[in-house]
Nanobody, 114 residues
Framework: VQLQASGGGLVQPGGSLRLSCAASGSRYRFNAMGWYRQAPGKRRELVASMTSGGGTNYADSVTGRFTISGDVSKNTVYLQMNSLKSEDTAVYYC?????????WGQGTQVTVSS
């Protein structure tokens, strides 16, 4: 299974970015897909996730600013990030879960700086 994430970059505070993730090579439908992030010196944390039924979950720090969308049954999710803050700077990883298996993408850097 391969997860390809894209869309990161450098943006000014208050700006927006959209991340995309597409999974390939899976013989099974994922239970959920989502986005995690890891800032330097910090643990990887959940940003947002979506189940195969369309349910969503967000970290408190991004609620109201980030929106996850896509179709887990089609192995594709997006993360629309608005009103970005410097503390959102991190490497963002796409994740997909099938039963007890968890798959990760290579990560895409998001830098919020003026």
């Amino acid at each position: 299974v391969q997860l390809q994430a894209s869309g990161g970059g450098l943006v000014q505070p208050g700006g927006s970015l959209r991340l995309s993730c597409a999974a390939s090579g899976s013989r099974y439908r994922f239970n959920a897909m989502g986005w995690y992030r890891q800032a330097p010196g910090k643990r990887r944390e959940l940003v947002a996730s979506m189940t195969s039924g369309g349910g969503t979950n967000y970290a408190d720090s991004v609620t109201g600013r980030f929106t996850i969308s896509g179709d887990v049954s089609k192995n594709t999710v997006y993360l629309q990030m608005n009103s970005l803050k410097s503390e959102d700077t991190a490497v963002y990883y796409c994740n997909a879960d099938y039963l007890s298996y968890s798959y990760w993408g290579q990560g895409t850097q998001v830098t919020v700086s003026s």
